[in-house]
Antibody, heavy 121, light 110 residues
Framework: QVQLVQSGAEVKKPGASVKISCKAS????????IHWVRQAPGQGLEWMGI????????TYAQKFQGRVTMTRDTSTSTVYMELSSLTSEDTAFYYC??????????????WGQGTLVTVSS | QSALTQPRSVSGSPGQSVTISCTGT?????????VSWYQQRPGKAPKLMIY???KRPSGVPDRFSGSKSGNTASLTISGLQAEDEADYYC??????????FGGGTKLTVL
């Protein structure tokens, strides 16, 4: 069965960076795009960007450009999302999500369990 | 990339129908038939309910339906059930591999 397992909760100080992992299993890793979505406590969903695990190409939401980096390791079927220059506004649950169809980049089908990142001095 | 506009809340009684709107622009909702809807219950990850404007993934009840007219997409839930109480988010493709969400709508079943 398809599973996305994310790394554990993180507590960071303002100005620091955080790197979250998302390990995929149960399907051909390189066939499906992976998205990153975040949700601040009590707030709505926010799309951060997408990575093609096959070639590693990425597209980021304008809001996060220059501050986010998404990478993948095909040997371990893992994608990573690193966010730098953290502020309290970045306190949120961060989710990885697989696209619905192979080769498409429009929808979120399987989701990771979420990783809580808390930014506090 | 501005967020799509959804009503903050809607409500209905069991058995009734409710419709949640999602308004964007010609650069997102109006420009592509790649609109999706997600249901999110407290403490859970979102669940895909509608894709391609009006298609339902396997396992989603046919009480859930989607449509689009111009720059506005809609999710209709008929025969409301208590278990439908949740937050609902629309999402649209906005070109160049980017996506944009709506602000979310809280559905209360009275």
């Amino acid at each position: 069965q398809v599973q996305l397992v994310q790394s554990g909760a993180e507590v960071k100080k303002p100005g620091a960076s955080v790197k979250i992992s998302c390990k995929a299993s149960g399907y051909t890793f390189t066939s499906y795009y992976i998205h990153w979505v975040r949700q601040a406590p009590g707030q709505g969903l926010e799309w951060m960007g997408i990575i093609n695990p096959s070639g590693g190409s990425t597209t980021y939401a304008q809001k996060f450009q220059g501050r986010v980096t998404m990478t993948r390791d095909t040997s371990t079927s893992t994608v990573y999302m690193e966010l730098s220059s953290l502020t309290s506004e970045d306190t949120a649950f961060y989710y990885c999500a697989r696209d619905l169809f192979s080769g498409t980049y429009y929808y979120f089908d399987y989701w990771g369990q979420g990783t809580l990142v808390t930014v506090s001095s | 990339q501005s967020a799509l506009t959804q009503p903050r809340s809607v409500s209905g009684s069991p058995g009734q129908s409710v419709t949640i709107s999602c308004t964007g622009t010609s650069s997102d909702v109006g420009g592509y038939n790649y609109v999706s809807w997600y249901q999110q219950r407290p403490g859970k990850a979102p669940k895909l309910m509608i894709y391609d404007v009006s298609k339902r993934p396997s396992g989603v009840p046919d009480r859930f339906s989607g449509s689009k007219s111009g720059n506005t997409a809609s999710l209709t839930i008929s025969g409301l059930q208590a278990e439908d109480e949740a937050d609902y988010y629309c999402c649209s493709y906005a070109g160049s591999y980017t996506l944009v969400f709506g602000g979310g709508t809280k559905l209360t079943v009275l």
